[in-house]
Structures are given as C-alpha cells and as structure tokens.
C-alpha cells in the first residue's frame, strides 16, 4: 500500500511539473502558440529555467498531502521533484 501511495505521489509530482511548464509557456512564452514557445525557448537556452519555474506546482501538492496526512504521497512529490531537478540538470549541460 505504501508503494502504491509513493507511485501515485511520483504520478501526481510529473503532472503538476508538466502542467506548470506549460502555464509558464503560456504566460512568459514569445511565441504565437505553445510550440512556438517551446522552439523559442529551447534555441534561447531558456528551457531549462522554464522547467525549474514549471515545478514550482510540486510546492502546491507536497504541501497539500501533507496537510492531509498523506506523507507517502508527499514523499512522492518529493522523489518526483528530483526526477525534474536530475533531468533539468542533464539538459542543461548537454
């Protein structure tokens, strides 16, 4: 049962990470749609802060699974956040 609850927790961290990417591309994007904005940032070298700003959501979950007393969902969040902080970092320098 605790895997379960750590794997939805993992689940719920890499969605809200996407869904933040894509309200910063939205709201800070140069271009005419969504793909507009993610070539623009990517040939700016800008992608990877998009992303960092795009996980700030995990903040929301973790808090709010902790409020809940859903510390194995929290610690999900958690590991999901390093997932998107390992992956920023591998782009980043590559």
Not at 23 to 36: A, C, Q, R
Not at 61 to 89: C, E, P, Y
């Amino acid at each position: 049962m605790k895997n379960k609850n750590i794997i939805i927790g993992i689940i719920v961290g890499l969605v809200c990470s996407i869904v933040g990417l894509i309200l910063v591309l939205l709201f800070f994007g140069k271009g005419n749609s969504l793909n507009d904005s993610l070539d623009i940032a990517i040939n700016q070298g800008v992608f990877t802060k998009l992303m960092s700003m795009g996980a700030i959501l995990n903040l929301a979950a973790f808090f709010l699974f902790i409020k809940q007393n859903q510390d194995s969902k929290a610690q999900g969040v958690l590991i999901a956040t390093v997932i998107v902080a390992i992956a920023t970092l591998i782009i980043r320098f590559i």
